[in-house]
């Protein structure tokens, strides 16, 4: 007797391919919406976690806060404290009624709002592009949540020059469960790629220490590396810290150039290898295939 799964996936597959790329886009724009939110709170709730242990330690009472979650309080403008309305906070279509402004102080709102979530959208309507002649949902929705991960950590390390753990650990666990579910890669290859990416991020860390005295890797971008080598596997890790590096080192020099002097200041690695990770995921064997057949 077919299972409620069954009727599911017969359901799905019966959608034509543009109704399920609308779709995914659809929620691509929802998802990206709470990206937002996740990429604005997490590290205040990380800071109120880190104050609230740190006078556990010193024999001290814990702050008493307000709740602060991914859920209350209710978005607010930052300017006017006045609560977003739900009218007001449909993902995109919102900030252009609103002319990108608060609708009670009109202050202006940032445009990454909205890029995000547009972001997102064009991210999973493409993946689903790709997955849906297949068939492979489930495998869709995985990268579509690996995709979603990695934007919202080179966000936040962009902005606090942290990669937290609550994001890096389950994206490395999500990778290894999707290897094991077949829905990424054989569970060899993730393991090995998660290894050769903590490996060789640790090493490069030590090494820069031992020559320099100070850190110049942190311990987020071993994690990220390792998480991403269990989705990428053991070929693209290493590709994924080529691009990486490259297209760091070009942009921190074309950042010194403008500035007319060299950077001194410490920069994030995080959205570097993010975007590292996404070039060796859509070009990597394209590129090696130009490398090692370069008559082929």
């Known amino acids: 007797m077919p299972s409620l799964i069954d009727h599911v996936g017969d359901a799905f597959r019966a959608l034509p391919r543009e109704a399920v790329v609308a779709a995914m886009a659809m929620l691509g724009l ?3 919406s709470f990206l937002n939110v996740v990429v604005c709170r997490l590290p205040r709730m990380l800071e109120r976690q880190w104050a609230h242990e740190a006078a556990m330690w010193a024999g001290e009472l814990p702050p008493v806060t307000p709740t602060y979650n991914l859920a209350w309080p209710p978005s607010r403008c930052p ?18 009624c609103l002319r990108g402004r608060c609708a009670h102080c009109r202050a202006a709102i940032s445009l990454r709002y909205p890029f995000v979530e ?7 309507a493409t993946l689903a592009w790709t997955f849906v002649p297949s068939m492979q ?11 979603a991960t990695l934007l919202a950590l080179a966000l936040i390390d962009i902005d606090t020059r942290l990669l937290p753990d609550a994001l890096t650990l389950p994206l490395l666990w999500a990778g290894l469960l999707g290897s094991v579910a077949g829905l990424t890669l054989p569970i060899d290859d993730a393991v090995l790629g998660a290894t050769l990416g903590y490996g060789v991020m640790a090493a490069l860390g030590g090494a820069y220490r031992a020559l320099t005295g100070v850190d110049g890797l942190g311990g987020g971008d071993a994690k990220l590396v390792a998480a991403c080598g269990a989705w990428l596997g053991w070929i693209g890790t290493p590709l994924m810290l080529a691009f990486g590096a490259v297209a760091a080192t070009l942009a921190f020099a074309a950042l010194g150039a403008w500035r007319g002097r060299a950077l001194r200041e ?14 060796s995921l859509l070009w990597g064997e394209s590129f090696l295939d130009l490398w090692l057949r370069p008559g082929g």
């Open 30 to 32: 929802l998802l990206g």
């Open 79 to 96: 300017r006017c404290e006045t609560r977003i309305a739900a009218r007001h906070n449909v993902p995109v279509l919102s900030y252009v």
């Open 118 to 124: 547009l972001a997102v959208g064009v991210m999973f």
């Open 137 to 147: 949902y489930f495998a869709l929705l995985a990268w579509c949540g690996f995709g």
């Open 266 to 279: 410490p920069l994030p690695f995080g959205p570097w290898l993010c975007l590292g990770a996404v070039a």
